[in-house]
């Protein structure tokens, strides 16, 4: 395993959804990968302000786009963002949410065309994302340029799934809009069965609890039924699929059991449902139990009827998009029915602040119609009672505690509620979770250290393999090991993810002494079997290597290339200088080639893996290196030191030098002298290149070895060696002059 000490930074950063509802647009950044959660619109604002904060981020930098549903919030943007900018990535979205989304945005770009609204996008840009849009299935794992996801059923609408992302060991998961309530057309949202290390949750409903089920229910059917007994019309504002499937059933279900309802039409306006149903045929293995056994019977559990003629005065009952009035049929009829007190309104899903509906949920006494400049008396019963999929605190708090994350990320909440949510886990959970909610173009960041399993090959595994096969192997048991911290708490700091060690256990001064000792002796031993395995670490997106360098070629698809430098520097002075310097600056200092002592050939160095050749006759070095960063910092280093020493030398190291040549030049002249004397006295003597006199006898056997300059002799005939030594002696005593004389 190699750890990465400092870690890395991730970031989230919402560039939509941060403190609001409407346009959701997450991107998540790590590893150099750039993951954008929804590509949304704000149902309140138009043309390119509802778009979110595209100019925050550069779009062809992302690598992958995760949708998470059907709805206008969460896909909205997606057309645009395909064809009128630079994004290359992928587009991922489940089976159901691309078939749904097609009728959706259709839906939509058609009311645009009708109304006075800046234009995002046409039909065309749409059919060109349908193109782009890759499906994936609930569960299914996919990678992507080293990115892993799943995707799991949310429970919101049909086919809305939350994105569980892994970067290299982090899990992030991105709720989208989630329910955990299980209804009769969708299943509740599944809670993953892994670690997750950071959650972006929705905060829609920020603390608010929702009534119970069948108390909603309840009052839905009486002020439903109470519109129809004083003959008014109900209006129903809804998005085109998701709730209104829901209390088609819910309806559907009363007037069955009130036959006094049987004549009362319920209506479900627009083309959208018909041309739906068959989707929701085809994926009926992901609705919830009721509507799956009405499709299996052959029924149709979503039974409505269509009209054109919706301005008779009779009671029905009629839904109609959008949910929150923004524009279209559901905001024609508004305006046409809100006057009379006989009709009424109700609305079951949310609503965003700057829109009609939330204007009208407000119940004022007029409602001003701002794009068509007039005001209207709001005189029919306004009620709100919520079927939407979104959860509740108590929903929220049970999911977070499911999934333990260590850090949480809201987001796609109201301001006021998000800060309340967020306050309220703060104390619930204090230390434990790291709980965050950024504003839109406002990052947060994490730190994550990562652990990466690697795979040895080649040399570098055969070093290893060496390693453990002999009797300096490693030997210490796991247990042992880590029998040193056995009293040891960890305590982990959410702010910089740094893991903190300490001992809670207190013990008398004998017994922590006893157990230092056999900690040292443990590490020593450990520290002892360690061997140093030197290797170039290749990652890539299937899996990790460390290989030695010189078989990078036959591993991998690189190819390894050199660049051969050398430069030549003026130096007048003696090598030993040098050599003495470059001790002082490098680790590494050796003579390769020649003797210091001879002044006419050339010296070969190799300081920290540079080769360094000293020219006796030309004055210059010669270096020479394969270019490399580190390599030219220290051959930039030798050549600076070197120009110095020639430049300006100290005045000692001048004054040493000179005489230091001197002595040479006369040693070297007495050695001569010496050698024409052993010849006098000996049968044979030859100067081997180390400049050492060995000396042989008549039958040219070696006899002795005398070193001139060290003044040492070695011969196994004590005789001999005395003779020669004392011809040595002799010598240097009658060369160099007694200590006080000179």
């Keep these: 395993m190699i750890r990465e000490i400092n870690g890395d930074i991730l970031e989230i950063t919402p560039i939509g959804a941060g403190n609001e509802v409407g346009r959701s647009c997450v991107l998540l950044t790590y590893k150099n990968k750039k993951i954008l959660f929804d590509c949304g619109i704000h149902p309140a604002y138009h043309g390119v302000y509802a778009l979110p904060y595209f100019d925050f981020i550069d779009p062809s930098e992302i690598d992958i786009l995760l949708v998470t549903h059907f709805h206008i919030d969460h896909c909205g943007a997606l057309p645009y963002f395909l064809r009128r900018t630079g994004f290359k990535g992928k587009v991922i979205m489940t089976h159901p949410t691309k078939a749904i989304y097609n009728y959706v945005l259709l839906d939509y770009v058609k009311i645009s065309n009708v109304g006075n609204v800046d234009i995002l996008y046409d039909e065309s840009d749409l059919n060109y994302s349908m193109d782009q849009i890759i499906p994936i299935r609930f569960h299914e794992e996919m990678e992507y340029d080293g990115v892993k996801f ?20 982090v899990r992030i998961l991105y709720t989208g809009d989630y329910s955990r309530e299980e209804d009769r057309h969708l299943r509740a949202a599944e809670i993953p069965k892994c670690d997750v290390d950071i959650l972006v949750v929705e905060a829609t409903y920020g603390k608010n609890i929702h009534e119970p089920r069948q108390m909603r ?18 209006l129903l504002p809804c998005f085109a699929l998701g709730r209104a499937q829901e209390l088609l059933l819910i309806l559907n279900e009363y007037w069955k059991e009130h ?8 209506y ?7 041309k739906s149903l068959s989707v929701f045929r085809t994926y009926r293995n992901m609705m919830g139990e009721v509507a799956r056994k009405k499709i299996d019977q052959g029924e149709n559990p979503f039974h409505f009827e269509d009209s054109q003629n919706y301005t008779e005065k009779k009671p029905l009952v009629i839904m109609a998009t959008p949910g929150m009035l923004q524009n279209g049929l559901s905001r ?3 305006e046409e029915w809100c006057e009379d007190e006989k009709n009424g309104i109700i609305f079951t899903g949310y ?7 939330k204007q009208v949920m407000n119940k004022p006494s007029e409602i001003k119609i701002g794009d068509k400049n007039k005001t209207l008396k709001l005189n029919m019963t306004v009620e709100v009672i919520s079927f939407s999929a979104h959860c509740d605190f108590k929903q929220t708090s049970h999911f977070i505690k499911e999934i333990k994350p260590p850090n949480i990320v809201l987001v796609h909440g109201d301001q006021n509620e998000m800060a309340k949510l967020k306050k309220e886990l703060d104390i619930i959970y204090k230390e434990e979770i790291n709980v965050l909610a950024p504003r839109n173009c406002q990052p947060v960041k994490f730190s994550f250290v990562t652990d990466k399993s690697s795979k040895m090959l080649g040399k570098a595994k055969d070093t290893f393999d060496n390693f453990l096969n002999t009797d300096g192997g490693f030997k210490i048991n796991r247990d042992t090991f880590e029998s040193i911290t056995k009293n040891l708490s960890q305590e982990e700091n959410k702010i910089d993810n740094k893991m903190l060690q300490i001992d809670h256990e207190a013990r008398n001064p004998e017994e922590m002494k006893s157990q230092q000792i056999e900690e040292d002796a443990i590490m020593k031993e450990f520290n002892d079997n360690m061997v140093t395995i ?12 460390i290989i030695d360098e010189t078989e990078i070629n036959e591993f991998t698809s690189l190819s390894k290339n050199f660049v051969s430098q050398q430069q030549v520097i003026p130096y007048k002075y003696d090598p030993e200088f040098l050599i003495e310097a470059s001790r002082d600056l490098f680790d590494s200092v050796e003579l390769l080639s020649g003797n210091l002592e001879d002044l006419e050939n050339d010296i070969i160095l190799k300081i920290e893996g540079i080769d360094v050749v000293y020219r006796r006759k030309a004055e210059c070095l010669e270096l020479s290196w394969n270019s490399s960063p580190k390599c030219d910092l220290i051959t930039d280093a030798i050549g600076l030191l070197a120009i110095q020493l020639s430049n300006n030398p100290p005045a000692n190291m001048v004054k040493s030098m000179v005489n230091h040549r001197k002595e040479k030049k006369h040693s070297v002249e007495q050695f001569k002298v010496f050698q024409k004397i052993l010849r006098e006295h ?3 003597i030859k100067i081997n290149e180390n400049n050492i006199i060995e000396i042989y006898d008549c039958d040219q056997e070696l006899i002795a070895e005398a070193d001139y300059f060290k003044k040492t002799v070695i011969c196994q005939d004590n005789s001999i060696e005395t003779h020669i030594m004392d011809l040595l002696n002799i010598h240097h005593h009658s060369c160099v002059p007694m200590d006080g004389c000179c």
């Design 351 to 357: 609503s965003v602040e700057g829109t009609l509906a």
């Design 534 to 545: 030197e290797g170039l670490f290749v990652e890539n997106k299937l899996e990790n290597m």
């Design 259 to 266: 036959e006094e309802l049987k004549d009362v039409p319920i």
């Design 150 to 169: 799943q995707a799991y059923n949310a429970g919101h609408v049909l086919g809305a799934a939350m994105f569980l992302v892994e970067i290299e060991g």
């Design 217 to 234: 229910e309840d009052k839905f059917k009486y002020r439903v039924h109470d519109i129809i007994n004083k003959g008014g019309r109900c």
């Design 268 to 274: 479900y306006a627009g083309s959208l449902a018909q």
């Design 332 to 334: 024609d009829l508004f």
């Design 682 to 684: 000996c049968e044979e």
